[in-house]
């Protein structure tokens, strides 16, 4: 080693890419670097990139999981998208977008640019540790906290019977027309804190010489907000529809808790539709093709997003 | 000014109602938990006789102890390893950059958005042939390969930024990869591994789909899959259902506030990366 050392004795060595030495040096590192990326790469094949195979493959084949299983080419994929019930799952998720992305986004757009001002403040500091409550607990417990909240007894309808809208009380996840938004109002819940917190941190992040600027040439609050908050967010916008997207079309856990998918199919979404298909239903075919029919739209979605909202702001 | 000072108030008395919204889900549980057990009281309603006993109760029904036992495994499982072989293959990708690391990069971004629910099919057939359903293992390896292209890429960014001269001075000096590895890089390297320490930690507590696909035995699951069948089993018993949940939850709460500050900022730089 002390070989290397007596062969680039300058930093400033003309010929530093042409010197064997150094040749030698990068040769070695090229090859150890695999010993380095392989444990890694064994367990991340092992158990990502086999079963993703596998999920290719059983959506081609009729199979109950335990019997033989038959060639039925594309028929899965058809299945998903004319029967209703696999293809309402499809949509439900797309709806739900709206109160998991649309919502928490706009709405902590809104919140982050009025408390903007405050944002060093104790009540700020507070805030920060308060708002994250939905990101550390499991999202089981906010499926479970809020079953009980929209329940027919519930907080939500002993607030609306108060204020006289006694009239529209109603267990809201068992009811036809309401249980679909109701779950959507849970993710809401979940994901409007860390929405405003992004939001808040990336307008820490503006220069305050933009605002004093608008404000003396006459600018409101409504056109502050339009033309020099929301551009300069572009990147901490594109995260959070990001990641408010992926937890939309992926939303499993609190369906499960708070609805299980019904009433009938009102609340079913893909994920909990793979789960029955394949360990209920025992059409591990079917189940297949709606999780690849999943991870597309999810790529489909996002790829764009990280497109749209990408280098340009760096 | 006057603006400026309506504008503060308008911002405090939003983010106290914001505070509100979060924590009201939270208030109703705990005092819906000190209602007798087996009634259903209203939404927030203090009790006139509060039953404190329920949290005992819960606390039995729920084996707590078996259940944090069983949990505090399985994050010992994943997130040691998990964050051994990240840091090893993000040095490896961003700062030896052997060949070929751009294509083994590119396969792990594939894996980043990859919904969990997409692989959990064929996942439970491999574990059932490898002969590990019902056991912590069955959730503890599928989740070391699914933290991996998140982990990979979190270490890859860091050692991107590390400059090559720190390496070369460690060289010169007569250490091999190995030393170079160990004694300069993962110290260096401490912030941005206990920030996904973090994160790892949080993720594999709260991991639902894969305890309820491949355990059946909530006394093996993680919390959030104990969670899940506590639900199942007590579901009719608002209160006790409510005390449960609340003790099932507590642990992570003391943990969250203990360590907050390295919670809130290894989350928003992770959902800023991921």
Known sequence: MTRLAEARPAPATVARKGSPARKAGLRTRRWVGWLFVTPALVVYATFVLRPLFLTFEYSLYRWDGIGPSTWVGLDNYVKVFTDPDLFDTILHAFKLIVFFSAIPVLLGLAIASTIRRIAASRLALVARTVLFLPQVFPLVAAGIAWSWLLS??????????????????????????????????????????????????????????????????????????????????????????????????????????????????????????????????????????????????????????????????? | MIVARREAWTGRALLVLLMLVTLAPFVSLFVTALHPAGTYPLGLDWPSDPQWSNFADAFRAAHMGALLTSSILIVLGVVPVSLLLATMAGFAIGHLRMAGRRLVFLTFVLGLTLPFEGIITP??????????????????LPLIGLFMPFSVFWMRAHFVNMPEELSEGARIDGANVWQLFWRIHVPLAMPAISSLAILLFLW????????????????????????GAFQGQWGTDIPLLCAGSLLILAPTLAIFLVFQRRFVSALLQGSLKG
């Open chain 1, 152 to 314: 027919s007894t519930g907080l939500v309808n002993q607030l609306l019977s108060r204020v006289g809208l006694g009239g529209v009380t109603r267990a809201w996840l068992g009811d036809f027309s309401t249980a679909l938004p109701a779950v959507g109002v849970i993710g809401a819940w979940v994901l409007l804190g860390l929405c405003t917190l992004l939001l808040l941190a990336g307008m820490s992040k503006i220069d305050p010489a933009l605002y004093e600027a608008a404000r003396i040439d006459g600018a409101g609050p409504l056109r502050e907000f339009a033309s020099i908050t929301v551009p300069s967010l572009r990147h901490e916008i594109g995260v959070c529809v990001t990641v408010t997207v992926i937890a939309a079309l992926a939303t499993f856990d609190i369906v499960y808790i708070a609805t299980q998918g019904g009433p009938g199919n009102a609340t079913m979404v893909p994920g909990l539709e793979i789960y029955y298909q394949a360990f209920a239903e025992r059409q591990v075919g079917v189940a297949s093709a709606l999780a690849v029919v999943l991870m597309i739209l999810v790529l489909a979605c996002v790829l764009p997003i990280q497109w749209l909202t990408r280098e340009e702001s760096r």
């Open chain 2, 123 to 140: 996942l439970y057939y491999q574990v059932r042939d490898m002969g590990l359903l019902n056991t912590r293992w069955a959730i503890v």
């Open chain 2, 204 to 227: 594999t507590w709260n991991q639902f789909l894969l305890a309820i696909v491949l355990v059946d035995d909530p006394a093996k699951r993680t919390m959030a899959g104990a969670l």
